[in-house]
């Protein structure tokens, strides 16, 4: 199945230890290792919450488990615990395992469970030991990956605790942080793996798969779907493949075959077995008609005019002290500049969704309570996830939309991890 492609894309994952899953799972360990070392003694610091425990059964994980747990520990095997406690004096953080455990954990983690305890009476005895001012648990209104905690664990936690149960609280302003910064190893590695997704995208919006007349758009996103199983990685939706075209009053059109004419547009994100990066970007193309060589002005103009609102929310994402305020100052640029905006962009790295600042939200172009107040914090990783859109004179003042989304950091400049799509691709 297209044996190129697959090997320029194998020897890009064996080259940052990506292949074979053996090196990737090694990979994780050493990110997890470096996020706790780097990531959590300033998310902890910043938050003011001093203590933090992370509680799950078998079968009923916590979705922040996956970016705690190493990669021999899928899920916790009847009741697993994980505490950190942040000494106020010296900042050392003690990083401790209650209940179940795997042999990579034993690098990582304090086993502080007495032999004849239970996993209650253990956390009961290490919080007093510890005596926190705020001990943060996984409770969250806004963001499911902050919301872990079971309503069953959260009553067993309290009666645990005792008079110390009154120092319990929503951890988000914590568990947000955690998800949401980088480490210098995860920017490394989501580099590649945007690269990778480009790769996907070149190669199937292409003649070499596409045969107009005859491919649908469904036919891409199995490809898509294929060559990610293949490589081992996942896709954490669709991919969706759609398109516009001359005459249609349906903006995105799915399961149609692809014909002369048509501008085509996807939505693509992969994500690791171990390593937790998710990717998700979005590229359009235009189909040639005979005597074609070139797509009409009028797309690579709009094409430009999402270009120029891509660097628009750059630049408020490096200014901007929070999402909503980056959402406002972007679309009051673009539009004195006529441009017609939608702005959707959001955190991406350990969540597909990820955590942090929503700038805008597709379809609710205003203020987000919560999520869109949250302040804007270097070593993030965005989605910068957008579309203008124009009347279209060759279309007859048909309606197009720009759809695109890139992948950028935000560490003291915001880049874009791959580069950005500037002129359509032509097939």
Request: with cysteine; proline share 4%.
């Amino acid at each position: 199945m297209h044996e190129a492609l697959m090997k320029t894309i194998e020897a890009k994952m064996e080259a940052a230890d990506l292949l074979p899953i053996k090196k990737q799972a090694e990979l994780s360990t050493r990110i997890l290792k470096e996020r706790l070392e780097l990531v959590l003694p300033w998310a902890m610091e910043k938050s003011g919450m001093d203590f933090w425990i992370i509680a799950a059964r078998e079968n009923c994980k916590d979705p922040i488990l996956k970016t705690l747990y190493p990669w021999d520990m899928y899920d916790s095997r009847r009741i697993g615990i994980l505490a950190f406690h942040r000494n106020k004096e010296n900042g050392v953080i003690r990083k401790m395992v209650i209940g179940s455990y795997s042999p990579e954990m034993e690098s990582i983690y304090e086993r502080v469970q007495g032999t004849n305890e239970s996993v209650w009476e253990a956390i009961g005895r290490i919080v007093k030991e510890c005596s926190p001012s705020k001990i943060a648990l996984n409770r969250s209104l806004i963001d499911g990956f902050c919301d872990g905690l079971s309503s069953t664990m959260y009553e067993q936690l309290k009666d645990a605790l005792g008079e110390n149960a009154a120092k319990l609280c929503d951890g988000e302003p914590l568990t947000v942080r955690w998800l949401q910064r980088i480490s210098p190893m995860e920017k490394e590695t989501m580099k590649t793996l945007v690269n990778i997704t480009h790769d996907i995208v070149n190669y199937s919006f292409s003649k070499q798969f596409i045969k107009v007349g005859e491919t649908t758009t469904t036919d891409i996103e199995w490809f898509m779907r294929d060559v990610i199983n293949r490589l081992g990685f996942l896709y954490w939706f669709g991919p969706d493949i759609d398109l516009q075209r001359k005459g249609s009053n349906v903006s995105r059109m799915f399961n149609e075959v692809i014909l002369p004419g048509d501008l085509i547009h996807c939505d693509v994100g992969i994500n690791g077995i171990y390593v937790q990066l998710h990717t998700d970007m979005q590229w359009v193309a235009y189909i040639l008609k005979d005597g074609e060589t070139e797509a009409p002005k009028e797309f690579e103009d709009l094409l430009a005019k999402g270009n120029r609102l891509q660097d628009i929310v750059r630049e408020n994402i490096r200014v901007c002290a929070t999402g909503n305020d980056a959402f406002f100052n972007s679309i009051n640029t673009a539009e004195a500049e006529g441009i017609k905006p939608m702005i959707y962009t959001h955190p991406v790295g350990t969540f597909g969704h990820g955590s942090g600042p929503r700038i805008g939200q597709y379809g609710k172009q205003e203020f987000i309570p919560g999520a869109g107040e949250r302040p804007i914090e270097d070593k993030t990783c965005y989605a910068l996830e957008l579309n203008v859109s124009d009347n279209i004179k060759l279309w007859d003042d048909q309606l197009v939309f720009m759809y695109l989304e890139e992948d950028i950091c935000k560490d003291g400049t915001v880049d874009f991890l791959d580069g950005r799509q500037e002129k359509l691709m032509l097939i």
